[in-house]
Structures are given as C-alpha cells and as structure tokens.
C-alpha cells in the first residue's frame, strides 16, 4: 500500500491528538496543527521539504504563542484557597472561644472542625471566613465587620 504524503501528514497529526489525550499535554495539540498545515500543503501539491518547513514553522508558531499566551495569564490560586475547587473557602463559621495556640474547634456543616487562625493580631470570638482547608483544618480570618 503506497500512502500520498497527505495521508502521512494526517496520520501524524491523529497521533499527536491520541497522544495529546493520553497525556493532557496541551502542546502535542500545537504539534499537531503543523502537522494539519503539512498535510493541506501536500494537498496543495507543494514539495516534501516545503511541507516539513510549512508544518515546522507551524508547529512551533502555535507552541511559542500557547507558550507564551499560558505565560502572560494570571495562575489560579492554589487548590486548597480556590473557591472554584473548594466550596468551604468564603464562608463563614462561628468560633465560640480559642485556644491559647490560635487553634479552636467549631461544628461546620454537621461536624465538628479543628480551626487555626491566620489572621492578624490575637484570635477573638465571633465570626470568621474560611480563608482556606488544610485537611481537615479550616483555616479562617476574622470577617469583615
């Protein structure tokens, strides 16, 4: 069976996006466009080493743009102070009294939760916002008044 270069360009470009999903690297994707820019210069009846230079021009625009692009967008906060990933962090619990180490125990959502405060100043009584979740430690700050 004697496979057109197109095709070969088309088979490469499959693979890098099967690669891409088993992988999650969002790269191979980037890869895989200069290879579809490969495969549509075959296409367009232009020559081998043409087609290699189209598809690694291609390949590496789109990586140093994602590269770069990933680079200039603000990263999200960590997991455990994420409220899209934790639904504990902003809301509110009641801290009756603390201990002398900064550490309380509070009832929060039907349990009961060790708390350490990181806020500044000395521990009061009253209301405090979860700041983030350690475990099972809420970590929370005096609330806005």
């Not at 197109?6 to 690669?19: D, F, H, P, R």
């Not at 232009?46 to 967008?73: D, E, M, N, P, Y």
Request: net charge neutral; hydrophobic share 50%; proline share 5%.
């Amino acid at each position: 069976m004697d496979w057109s270069a197109s095709t070969l360009w088309w088979v490469a470009a499959g693979s890098l996006v099967a690669l891409e999903l088993a992988s999650g690297t969002f790269y191979l994707l980037m890869l895989a466009i200069g290879c579809v820019a490969g495969a549509l210069a075959a296409h367009a009846g232009i020559g081998v080493t043409a087609q290699l230079i189209v598809a690694a021009l291609v390949g590496s625009g789109a990586t140093a743009a994602w590269h770069f692009k990933r680079a200039q967008s603000p990263r999200s906060a960590p997991a455990a102070s994420n409220p899209d990933v934790n639904m504990d962090v902003g809301q509110t619990v009641r801290v009756e009294d603390w201990s002398p180490d900064g550490s309380a125990r509070v009832n929060y959502r039907g349990a009961a939760w060790s708390v350490r405060f990181t806020g500044s100043g000395l521990p009061r009584p009253g209301e405090h916002v979860i700041v983030s979740v350690d475990g099972s430690q809420l970590i929370v700050a005096p609330a806005a008044r």
